[in-house]
Each structure stands twice: as C-alpha cells, then as structure tokens.
C-alpha cells in the first residue's frame, strides 16, 4: 500500500496536509462542545438561572457543530478528489504497463486477471484513501486529544475507558487474523470467475452445438458458490465489529455512569454538582475516544481487501516489459524495404527447445517471401519477431539494413504493416478502423481509403453499405462475416503505405477467387512493397520470390515453387496433399 502512496503528485500532497489541518480543526471543535455542555449542566443546577443564561452557551455550541460540518464536508471533498486523482493517475500506469507487455507477458497474468486488476483492485484502491483519509487521520487525533481532556479527572473512570479500548482492540485484532487471508482468496476467485465467464461467452456457440450448457454451467456454480461462500464468511466475521463496538461504548457509558452514582452518593453535598457535572463531561469525552477508535475500525473493514488489491496492482507496475525500445532511431537508413534474418533463433522462456532455429533469408524491395509449414512448425514465430512482438535468443533481424533493436517504436511501426492472424477491428465505423492510430501515411481524405478498400477487394460490400465508409463496426467486427474482417484488416495495413506488409495467414477466410485476386492487386498496385506471407494454402504462395519451407522450426527448403515442387520433399507432401500436378505445374 506504501507504494501506491507513493505515487502520489505533489499537488495531492498539498491537498493531503490541507485535509489533515482541517481535520485538526474539526476535532478541536467536536471537544470543545462538551466544555460548554458542562457549564450549562452547572447553569441548570444553579438557582436564578434565567433561558439567557442558557441560550448563550447553547448558541456557541450549535455554532461549533456547524463549523465542525462545514469543516468535515471539505475534507471529504478533498478525499474524494485525491482519491480519485491518485487512482485515475495508476490506472493509467497499470493500462500502459499492459500495453508494453509481450503476448507472453500478459498470458503471466492472465486476461481476466488484468481486467480485474485494472477495474476491481483499484476502485479498492479508491475506496480506502477516500474513507481513509478521512477517518484514519481523524480517529487517532480524536482518541488522543480526547484522552488529555479526561486523563486527570478520575482514575476509574479513565480506567474503565481503558479497558473498553482495549476490548475494541482485542476484538479488531482477532476478526483481522481471520478475515486477511481470505481476501487474497477473494481476489484470486474473482480472476478465476471473470476467465470462466470469459471463456463460456466467447465460446458460446461451441458449447451450445455440444451440448454442454450443464457442463459450463456446473463450472460456472462452483467457481461462483466458492466466491460467495469466502465472501460470506469475510461479511460475517466483519458482521461481528458493529454489534461488538455497540455493546462496548454502552458498556463504556453504563460504567461511566454506574461509577459516577457511588462517586456522588458518597460526596459531600457541595462536591455533588461538580461530580455530576465532571461526569457528563466525562461521559460525553470517553464517548469522543471510543469513536476515535471506531472510525478507525471503519478503514479495517476496507483496508485488507485494499492491501490485497495493492499487492496486486503492484506486481504489474514492478514486472518490467522484456522488450524496450529507443527513443529514437539510431544512425543513418541506408535501405529501403528490405528485411533480413540472419541466423535467427528465438526460444520461449524456461522453454527447454527453441522454436525456430537458424533462420536465414533476405526479402529486397519489391519482393515477396512465404513461409509454409505443417502446424506448430514455427511460421508465425518468425513473422511475429519482425514487429518486435518477441526478442530474437540469437542472431540478428535487420530492417533497411538497421537491427530493429536499434530502431523507436513508432519508427519501426511505421515501416511495417502487420495483418495479424485473426483479425481484430474495433467498434466505432469503417473509417475509424482504416485510419486507426499513426502512421507516416497521412490519410487526409476518402480516395486513399477508397484505393485501400479496392486493392483488399473491400469496396465492394463497404460501398452497398447506406453509410459506405461511415457504416457502424460492432465491437470485435461482429457485424462483419471472417472473409470481410480480413480484407478490411488488410485495407487498414494497406492504407498506411507501409515498405513492408507482414501477412500472418491472413487469407485463410477468402475464397480461393477473392484470394487470387487480392494477391494480384498486391502485386501490381504495390510493386516497391516488400510482402511477407505466412500461408497454409499452396495457391497463396506459388507466385512468391523466394519460398521458405519451416519444419520443427528448422529452414528445410528455400527457393521458388518450381525449385521446390522438383527436390523438397516437404514442399512436395504439402502442394500435392491441396492440389493437382497439373494445378502445380501450370500455377
């Protein structure tokens, strides 16, 4: 919890001392009103006593309540403003920590994990500083201050305050070494229900064609039961604290008063009126320095589950992205659209074989290069390292003749179009999909985009559309069928002007007609683009420059189609398993 609080601006700082003065303040104020509560008890025991008299320090108390409210609302209004503040300023943190991570990186979590992490653990987070800065600060200056008025009054009385604080903290400290471990355990099932219902809504029509509604669901009811059943155990452990604190500042009260009847019947009588008076007082200060304690009591509801979800929080913000880029590019570029792997191998960590070893290829502008392979062979591993998703275990990838450690982050985008596997499009419109983030294309109206749409045979279904470019995209692009997501995905990369287009299986959704033809609009309308394909489908990658045949990982053929199709066995196995020699020979 330190180290979120750490975090904090110096202006929150500011805001923070400001609330603890009036804090100050507002304590000062609460015990001075007993000091006038007694002088109108001696008033009303006094003979001659006229409602003036009364209405003087009445006046003042009332005054002192109402400065106490207006004190206690701006401090709460600065809490929540802290609060708010030092949360939205981790939030961002935690998002942008994510967003650096490797696919690796994010997987050590977990989906689910982060979301809850970036959601639950930090609305906590807000929770606690906002009632905590509030009463943690008030409590223990309520509780001293108060002990100084009454300290010197008398010893039974001081001594029966004694042991009610202590009850209240034999009971706080019993209920917390029980209740603390527990809300890690909510946190950790929270994680485990958001993945399950994750799971279940995005493969929800898998588990209607099975028949597994039961099955799902049973996983559903135990892993929901399991939360419910350690919430409810936390909520009535927590139950027991405001029954327990009543019981104790009654009892407080009770003996304050017991006491106070033997005190009186055993005074003399002169000495009555000011026992009876030091009594009320005492009562009313005794009270002060149990809900001292009390507000205090409030935080340790909320502050377990708060430090769990700041552990939480903070295992994020500590684990460092794997992969850093430069600020900026180093050195001079003295290629163009060129991309080299020399002798490239990349192994997952703690993984005991490497993926891919000893790639070597060089792809010169203009040129096409396809990778093909059984499943598992290692195709998308080698496209994935070009835009730095993953760091090379040895060897060296060069872009433009540069190493692409050496190159910034938006610079290394810039000069890549990446078309990912599955394709993803974001809610908002076609338009805002096209023209998504930066690049060094500047899209300043339709005809780029159009041109774009046309080259990824895309025009023709966003052009039937009522809306055409301006036509609403579902979240995940829903409202799109596979075949169409791809080619708008390659319409967005295309549309960026990119040197290089990395093609990750990115036509696996198109007929073989739309394929072909997509393939050649590539060709001829993107002469001086470097093109890299991975590709399950022969037809795909026949007109290809230079082919490169992956089999557990290892390069066992590279060359052209015909090269290949005359002395690679793999290639052959692979080309005859899809087409006819007569479709192979004549392409």
């Not at 400001?18 to 001075?32: G, N, P, R």
């Not at 009390?294 to 377990?304: A, K, N, R």
């Not at 390659?490 to 036509?507: G, T």
């Not at 093109?531 to 045949?549: E, G, H, P």
């Given at each position: 919890?330190y180290?979120i609080?750490?975090q904090t601006?110096?202006?929150e700082?500011i805001a923070i001392?400001?609330?603890?003065?009036?804090i100050?303040?507002?304590v000062?104020l609460?015990?001075?009103?007993?000091e006038y509560?007694?002088?109108i008890t001696?008033?009303?025991?006094t003979?001659?006593t006229?409602v003036q008299d009364?209405?003087a320090?009445?006046?003042?108390?009332v005054t002192?309540?109402?400065l106490?409210?207006?004190?206690?609302?701006?401090?709460?209004?600065i809490?929540?403003?802290?609060?708010?503040?030092?949360?939205?300023h981790?939030?961002?943190?935690?998002?942008?920590?994510?967003?650096d991570y490797?696919p690796?990186?994010?997987q050590?979590f977990?989906?689910?994990?982060?979301?809850?992490?970036?959601?639950?653990?930090i609305?906590?987070?807000?929770?606690?500083i906002?009632?905590?800065?509030?009463?943690?600060?008030k409590?223990?200056i309520?509780?001293i201050w108060?002990?100084?008025k009454?300290?010197d009054?008398?010893?039974q009385?001081?001594?029966?305050?004694?042991v009610?604080v202590l009850?209240l903290?034999?009971?706080?400290g019993?209920i917390?070494i029980?209740?603390?471990?527990?809300?890690m355990?909510?946190q950790?099932?929270?994680?485990?229900?958001?993945s399950?219902?994750r799971?279940?809504l995005q493969?929800?029509?898998?588990?209607r064609?099975?028949?597994?509604d039961?099955y799902?669901?049973?996983?559903f009811?135990?892993?929901?039961?399991?939360l419910?059943s350690?919430n409810?155990?936390?909520?009535r452990?927590?139950?027991i604290?405001n029954?327990?604190?009543t019981i104790?500042?009654?009892?407080?009260?009770?003996?304050?008063?017991?006491?106070?009847?033997?005190l009186?019947d055993?005074a003399?009588l002169?000495?009555?009126l000011t026992l009876?008076?030091?009594?009320?007082v005492f009562?009313?200060?005794?009270?002060q320095?149990?809900?001292?304690f009390?507000l205090m009591?409030?935080?340790?509801l909320?502050?377990p589950?708060?430090?769990?979800?700041a552990?939480r929080i903070?295992?994020?913000?500590?684990?460092?992205p794997?992969?850093?880029?430069?600020?900026?590019?180093?050195?001079?570029?003295?290629e163009?659209g060129?991309?080299?792997f020399k002798d490239?191998s990349?192994?997952?960590?703690?993984a005991?074989e490497?993926?891919?070893?000893n790639v070597?290829f060089?792809?010169?502008?203009?040129?096409?290069?396809?990778f093909?392979?059984?499943?598992?062979s290692?195709?998308s591993?080698?496209i994935?390292?070009i835009?730095?998703?993953?760091?090379?275990t040895?060897g060296?990838?060069?872009?433009?003749?540069k190493?692409?450690?050496d190159?910034?982050?938006?610079?290394?985008?810039?000069r890549i179009?990446?078309?990912?596997q599955?394709?993803?499009?974001?809610?908002?419109?076609?338009r805002s999909?096209?023209d998504?983030g930066?690049?060094?294309a500047?899209?300043?109206?339709?005809?780029?985009?159009t041109?774009?749409?046309?080259?990824?045979?895309?025009?023709?279904?966003?052009l039937?559309?009522?809306?055409?470019?301006?036509?609403?995209?579902?979240?995940?692009?829903?409202?799109?069928s596979?075949g169409?997501k791809q080619r708008l995905?390659?319409?967005?990369?295309?549309a960026?002007k990119s040197?290089?287009l990395v093609?990750d299986?990115?036509?696996s959704?198109?007929d073989?007609k739309?394929d072909?033809t997509l393939?050649?609009?590539?060709t001829?309308k993107?002469k001086?683009?470097?093109k890299l394909?991975v590709?399950?489908r022969?037809?795909?990658?026949?007109?290809?420059?230079q082919?490169?045949?992956?089999?557990?990982g290892?390069?066992v053929g590279?060359?052209?189609?015909?090269?290949l199709?005359?002395n690679?066995?793999v290639?052959?196995?692979?080309a005859?398993?899809?087409?006819?020699?007569?479709e192979?020979t004549?392409?």
């Amino acid at each position: 919890m330190y180290k979120i609080l750490k975090q904090t601006t110096m202006k929150e700082r500011i805001a923070i001392v400001v609330s603890i003065l009036f804090i100050m303040a507002q304590v000062w104020l609460e015990l001075k009103v007993p000091e006038y509560l007694s002088e109108i008890t001696t008033k009303l025991q006094t003979e001659g006593t006229t409602v003036q008299d009364i209405l003087a320090p009445g006046s003042i108390m009332v005054t002192l309540s109402l400065l106490s409210l207006a004190a206690s609302i701006f401090v709460g209004f600065i809490a929540a403003r802290v609060a708010s503040s030092l949360t939205k300023h981790i939030r961002s943190k935690v998002f942008n920590r994510v967003m650096d991570y490797t696919p690796g990186e994010v997987q050590q979590f977990s989906i689910p994990s982060l979301i809850t992490r970036t959601t639950n653990d930090i609305t906590q987070i807000q929770l606690v500083i906002a009632i905590g800065l509030q009463v943690v600060i008030k409590g223990p200056i309520t509780a001293i201050w108060a002990v100084t008025k009454i300290a010197d009054k008398n010893w039974q009385w001081t001594f029966s305050t004694g042991v009610a604080v202590l009850a209240l903290l034999v009971m706080l400290g019993s209920i917390l070494i029980f209740v603390q471990p527990k809300f890690m355990r909510i946190q950790a099932l929270t994680d485990k229900l958001n993945s399950l219902t994750r799971e279940n809504l995005q493969g929800i029509r898998v588990v209607r064609a099975y028949n597994a509604d039961d099955y799902q669901n049973d996983k559903f009811l135990t892993a929901n039961e399991e939360l419910t059943s350690t919430n409810l155990f936390t909520s009535r452990m927590l139950a027991i604290m405001n029954p327990g604190m009543t019981i104790i500042s009654s009892g407080l009260s009770l003996a304050v008063y017991w006491i106070g009847a033997y005190l009186i019947d055993a005074a003399e009588l002169q000495d009555k009126l000011t026992l009876f008076s030091d009594m009320v007082v005492f009562s009313s200060y005794a009270m002060q320095v149990v809900l001292g304690f009390m507000l205090m009591t409030i935080v340790f509801l909320i502050l377990p589950r708060a430090v769990a979800s700041a552990n939480r929080i903070n295992e994020v913000l500590e684990l460092e992205p794997s992969i850093q880029f430069k600020e900026q590019t180093a050195g001079e570029i003295s290629e163009k659209g060129t991309v080299e792997f020399k002798d490239v191998s990349f192994a997952y960590p703690d993984a005991e074989e490497p993926v891919i070893q000893n790639v070597s290829f060089k792809a010169n502008m203009g040129d096409t290069v396809a990778f093909i392979g059984s499943t598992g062979s290692g195709k998308s591993t080698v496209i994935n390292l070009i835009p730095r998703f993953f760091d090379v275990t040895k060897g060296q990838i060069l872009i433009d003749g540069k190493d692409i450690q050496d190159y910034s982050h938006e610079d290394l985008n810039n000069r890549i179009g990446y078309i990912s596997q599955k394709p993803v499009l974001f809610s908002g419109t076609i338009r805002s999909n096209l023209d998504l983030g930066h690049s060094a294309a500047n899209i300043d109206d339709d005809t780029q985009l159009t041109e774009a749409l046309k080259i990824a045979e895309a025009e023709e279904f966003v052009l039937q559309k009522d809306d055409q470019l301006d036509s609403h995209v579902a979240q995940a692009g829903t409202n799109f069928s596979g075949g169409q997501k791809q080619r708008l995905s390659i319409a967005r990369a295309v549309a960026r002007k990119s040197e290089i287009l990395v093609f990750d299986d990115s036509f696996s959704a198109l007929d073989y007609k739309t394929d072909k033809t997509l393939r050649n609009n590539l060709t001829e309308k993107m002469k001086d683009t470097t093109k890299l394909i991975v590709a399950q489908r022969i037809s795909t990658i026949m007109d290809a420059d230079q082919i490169l045949v992956l089999d557990a990982g290892k390069v066992v053929g590279q060359g052209t189609h015909k090269e290949l199709l005359e002395n690679n066995q793999v290639y052959q196995e692979i080309a005859y398993s899809q087409l006819s020699k007569e479709e192979l020979t004549n392409g």
